[in-house]
């Protein structure tokens, strides 16, 4: 058993997370280069909780200049024990309204310009994505997010996309056939890392949109998204405070902390040592196994 440390990484329309205590901005580098901007540090009640504005303070970077490795490894550093994610969405789906908040449970990766993996040439691993969030923390933040007043849908599959275009409809139509919940642009390969870095991952999507198919509304627009961010930000800042207040004292271990245990395929003889090097820094538990 140890103490939760929270690693929440905040989407577009969220930039800060008020009320910490002894809050301060840590500048973290990592072997991956450096993360979206400063992380902001601090306590809430006795939880330890670090946040990161994935685009940075003013969304400086677009989804694809993210640098996901450096984000997920920042937070591995600073001791987290688990990694929300808090982002903006396109609904493809008549019954997630603007404004719902979709706890997802699976993800379809249509990224392709991205580094997807610690891992590479020298040290070879293969995470498990069969289940790709984290149960125990999904559902702890479903019900925080219910206590701070928002429409919760928990389970759905989120399409990630490139961008930073927004879908054509042909494309919006496709992934609707394919059965997906939500569409956004940065949870992969976000998800993926922080299973490598053996972090349980929890995403809650908030829809702003309709993307592009729903023939009775305005197609999407960043000033439609921005007006509907804001109203979702307020309820997502509250959410991180009511889920702080379930992750107070003693953490159970999860399975997913010793992910690794199965995954890495490279036996110690042939590693590259400049590799192990480097990977200690996300991987450094089953490294020493």
Same mark, same amino acid.
């Given at each position: !058993?140890?103490?939760?440390?929270?690693?929440?990484?905040?989407?577009?329309?969220?930039?800060?997370?008020?009320? +910490?205590?002894?809050? /301060?901005?840590?500048?973290?580098?990592?072997?991956?280069?450096?993360?979206?901007?400063?992380?902001?540090?601090?306590?809430?009640?006795?939880?330890?909780?670090?946040?990161?504005?994935? #685009?940075?303070?003013?969304?400086?970077?677009? =989804?694809?200049?993210?640098?996901?490795?450096?984000?997920?490894?920042?937070?591995?550093?600073?001791?987290?024990?688990?990694?929300?994610?808090?982002?903006?969405?396109?609904? @493809?789906?008549?019954? @997630?309204?603007?404004?719902?908040?979709?706890?997802?449970?699976? $993800?379809?990766?249509?990224? $392709?310009?991205?580094?997807?993996?610690?891992?590479? =040439?020298? +040290?070879?691993?293969?995470?498990? !994505?069969?289940?790709?969030?984290?149960?125990?923390?999904?559902?702890?933040?479903?019900?925080?997010?219910?206590?701070?007043?928002?429409?919760?849908?928990?389970?759905?599959?989120?399409?990630?996309?490139?961008?930073?275009? $927004?879908?054509?409809?042909?494309?919006?139509?496709?992934?609707?056939?394919?059965?997906?919940?939500?569409?956004?642009?940065?949870?992969?390969?976000?998800?993926?890392?922080? /299973?490598?870095?053996? +972090?349980?991952?929890?995403?809650?999507?908030?829809?702003?949109?309709? %993307?592009?198919? #729903?023939?009775?509304?305005?197609?999407?627009?960043?000033?439609?998204?921005?007006?509907?961010?804001?109203?979702?930000?307020?309820?997502?800042?509250?959410?991180?405070?009511?889920?702080?207040?379930?992750?107070?004292?003693? /953490?159970?271990?999860?399975?997913?902390?010793?992910?690794?245990?199965?995954?890495?395929?490279?036996?110690?003889?042939?590693? %590259?040592?400049? !590799?192990?090097?480097?990977?200690?820094?996300?991987?450094?538990?089953?490294?020493?196994?």
């Amino acid at each position: !058993m140890g103490e939760w440390v929270l690693g929440v990484v905040g989407g577009s329309g969220l930039y800060d997370i008020p009320g +910490l205590k002894d809050a /301060r901005w840590v500048a973290q580098d990592t072997p991956w280069g450096p993360p979206s901007d400063e992380i902001l540090t601090g306590t809430l009640g006795e939880l330890t909780l670090c946040f990161l504005p994935r #685009h940075g303070r003013g969304h400086k970077l677009s =989804p694809t200049d993210v640098n996901a490795r450096a984000n997920i490894a920042a937070l591995k550093q600073l001791g987290c024990t688990d990694v929300l994610s808090l982002s903006a969405v396109g609904s @493809l789906k008549e019954e @997630l309204p603007p404004g719902t908040f979709c706890v997802v449970d699976q $993800f379809i990766d249509r990224t $392709f310009a991205r580094e997807k993996s610690f891992f590479g =040439p020298g +040290l070879v691993a293969h995470v498990s !994505m069969a289940h790709p969030t984290c149960p125990r923390l999904s559902a702890l933040a479903a019900e925080a997010a219910r206590e701070a007043g928002a429409s919760v849908v928990e389970g759905g599959t989120y399409l990630a996309m490139e961008g930073p275009q $927004f879908s054509t409809r042909a494309e919006s139509e496709l992934y609707r056939s394919w059965g997906c919940s939500v569409i956004g642009m940065t949870n992969m390969p976000e998800a993926k890392l922080a /299973r490598e870095a053996e +972090l349980p991952y929890a995403s809650v999507a908030m829809v702003t949109d309709y %993307d592009c198919w #729903h023939e009775d509304i305005a197609h999407v627009e960043v000033a439609q998204i921005v007006a509907c961010l804001m109203d979702n930000a307020a309820k997502a800042r509250d959410l991180v405070v009511r889920l702080s207040a379930k992750l107070q004292g003693s /953490r159970a271990a999860s399975p997913i902390d010793t992910t690794l245990n199965d995954a890495i395929i490279t036996g110690p003889a042939a590693r %590259d040592p400049a !590799m192990v090097e480097k990977l200690k820094a996300v991987a450094g538990r089953a490294l020493a196994l």
